[in-house]
């Protein structure tokens, strides 16, 4: 029976999240209302082990007989999609034998040839400052070989090149407030090995970068799901999670969130962080594409950082070279204070012990004022219109399909038609030549069956045959005809 580590749903709640589930014609109600109820547990907008509000507390707010919800709670129960025990109440549940996501994302094992992989959101490096600033790291290399080459909290020029660009977007920062990582998910491990003891609870948004939910279980945590609504973050759900599950850390992405796109506001931010701090919870913000902001516009009032709202060391930043400029460089960083880097520091040597000094001297180059204003512009423009190829492309080949238009990031994260499985989805198209990351692998409890991940990561002509691949591959699979369209001749990477 599930246990306190979950929170309840309200009937008002409830009522919001159903929106208009009694239609004309749609079959008795309490059918109707069971249907509404399994596709909030499905799409993880109500997490599994979330109590419901009791028959008559529910009935009042849907404005529907004590009868009605009886029915579809007992309908749900014999599909396995309640739990109920009698007077502790109903917690939702999924049916037996459903596969629970046990893995993160990674590249497509043949790493090239004729699978197109839209399983990694990362694109390739912009030239040439890439390759100008790696050269410029190589020659000022031999200023380095005379040490011991190990700086397990970073190169002292490029902790403060990271601090003075937190300063810049309003987050006052020096460099003993920052430690260079490989990549941000070893800085995410890092903090795991230090903050985090066996069977401690984390909330997660969901749905959530696959490669954390992955770190959480090997770390022995217990990721505790908060739905995002389709515009943004539950600030009641999250307050009466921290409250109710009480967990030691929450892990949030809070610009342009992976996989949906979405954008914190800054009132979202400071209700959070207030929020967090009531409960004594340290919140991670994974900031790795903050830097793709889209929307030229809105890149000139961008949200301040999550840690901007919190004067009290609760909140704990991970940043990466990864998205912004190449994954192939694995500089990453963590912000803190002071106190929690030196214990960080500390604690490396078991781990890597520190992070390549000409890989952190060439990031410095990029981060420096002569070259980030142009790599950004370059990136940015890049990557819009890599997104506008993607959207043209599902809305032409999987007209059906529906997803919002993110202002950055880069990912889309869309719904498939109804009944049409995203795990399922992503087996048949591996054999259509195209590598997707299914729904599931973004949540917690085998949920998010009807949606799938697609980066707008390559080129606008690669992206445009991935999704007629993916198109073929959904039509084997409903009977529908596929949209007509010759496959065109692309050169794979």
């Known amino acids: 029976m599930p246990t306190s580590s979950r929170a309840a749903v309200g009937a ?17 109600a309490y059918r109707s209302l069971a249907g509404g109820l399994r596709t909030l547990v499905l799409d993880g907008r109500v997490p599994v082990e979330t109590r419901l509000p009791a028959e008559r507390e529910l009935s009042a707010a849907l404005g529907v007989s004590r009868t009605t919800v009886a029915a579809a709670y007992e309908l749900l129960r014999t599909e396995g999609f309640l739990s109920s025990r009698r007077g502790a109440g109903s917690w939702t549940a999924l049916p037996p034998g459903r596969t629970m996501p046990v893995v993160g994302i990674s590249p497509h094992a043949a790493g ?22 790696m050269a410029a790291a190589v ?7 005379s040490t011991h080459g190990d700086f397990p909290a970073g190169v002292t020029a490029l902790r403060q090149a990271v601090a003075d660009r937190y300063t810049a977007r309003g987050l006052p920062t020096g460099p003993e407030q920052i430690m260079i990582t490989t990549g941000a998910s070893g800085a995410f491990s890092l903090l795991l090995r230090q903050v985090l003891g066996p069977a ?5 948004e969901s749905p ?5 939910l992955q770190a959480l279980r090997y770390a022995g945590g217990r990721a505790v799901p908060v739905p995002l609504l389709d515009d943004g973050w539950d600030l009641e759900a999250w307050a009466r999670t921290l409250r109710d599950a009480a967990p030691r850390l929450a892990y949030l992405i809070p610009d342009f969130h992976n996989p949906t796109g979405l954008l914190m506001s800054e009132d979202e931010r400071r209700a959070l962080v207030a929020a967090a701090r009531s409960t004594g919870t340290l919140l991670v913000s994974d900031e790795t594409t903050v830097d793709l902001c889209l929307d ?4 000139t009032r961008m949200p301040r950082p999550l840690a901007a709202f919190d004067h009290g060391g609760n909140v704990v930043t991970l940043g990466s070279a990864g998205k912004t400029f190449w994954g192939g460089l694995r500089i990453g ?55 506008d190829a993607l959207v043209e492309a599902v809305r032409e080949f999987l007209p059906g399909w529906t997803f919002r238009i993110p202002q950055g990031g880069l990912c889309l994260w869309v719904r498939t038609t109804p009944g049409l499985s995203g795990s399922a989805l992503a087996t048949t198209a591996e054999r259509h030549g195209v590598w997707v990351g299914s729904g599931p692998r973004f949540g917690v409890d085998g949920v998010l069956e009807r949606f799938v991940r697609l980066p707008f990561a390559l080129p606008p002509e690669i992206t445009r045959e991935a999704v007629r691949r993916l198109a073929a591959a959904a039509s084997t699979m409903t009977g529908a005809d596929p949209v007509p369209t010759p496959a065109p001749e692309v050169t794979l990477l």
């Open 139 to 145: 020659a000022e290399l031999p200023a380095w070989t």
């Open 12 to 28: 008002a709640q409830l009522d919001r999240a159903l929106g208009d589930w009694q239609r004309p014609g749609g079959g008795p």
């Open 296 to 299: 030229p516009e809105l890149a």
């Open 200 to 204: 401690e609870r984390v909330a997660v």
């Open 208 to 212: 959530s970068f696959a490669n954390v």
């Open 333 to 387: 960083w963590l912000r803190a204070t002071p106190e929690l880097i030196r214990r960080l520091a500390g604690d490396r040597a078991s781990l890597d012990v520190s992070s390549p000094v000409v890989e952190q001297l060439a990031v410095r180059h990029l981060l420096g004022p002569d070259m980030l204003p142009e790599v950004l512009t370059h990136q940015r423009d890049r990557v819009r219109a890599q997104r």
């Open 112 to 133: 090239s040839g004729d699978v197109i992989d839209l399983g990694i959101a990362a694109m390739a490096a912009p030239e040439p400052w890439l390759s100008r600033a």
